[in-house]
Nanobody, 116 residues
Framework: QVQLVESGGGLVQAGGSLRLSCAASGSFHSINAMGWYRQAPGKQRELVAFITSDGSTNIADSVKGRFTISRDNAKNTVYLQMNSLKPDDTAVYYC??????????WGQGTQVTVSS
């Protein structure tokens, strides 16, 4: 199984930046894709960004141009650099990982709050 530990959330003013990190550990062969979802109060969970093991990315239109996803395969860690944050970005951000031959794993979530 894969355990995911997220860090980097917090409170920031609109226009500011945060960097989320998510490190995977446990017993697995390799991880195909890693990424981030978010869920704001009263809203459905939505995809933010994904990155495959070869570096291909998928970024939600709502954050394109402001958020960047990257990955360190050697450390099994994924990062989400969030710039020009808006109050609408306020949500709990969840890390996900798709390990080879194993089901998807989810992190516990980290709160991001953007004040206006």
């Amino acid at each position: 199984q894969v355990q995911l530990v997220e860090s980097g959330g917090g409170l920031v003013q609109a226009g500011g930046s945060l960097r989320l990190s998510c490190a995977a550990s446990g017993s697995f062969h390799s991880i195909n894709a890693m990424g981030w979802y978010r869920q704001a109060p009263g809203k459905q969970r939505e995809l933010v960004a994904f990155i495959t093991s070869d570096g291909s990315t998928n970024i939600a239109d709502s954050v394109k141009g402001r958020f960047t996803i990257s990955r360190d395969n050697a450390k099994n860690t994924v990062y989400l650099q969030m710039n020009s944050l808006k109050p609408d970005d306020t949500a709990v951000y969840y890390c996900v990982a798709d390990p080879l031959f194993l089901p998807r794993s989810w992190g516990q979530g980290t709160q991001v709050t953007v004040s206006s």
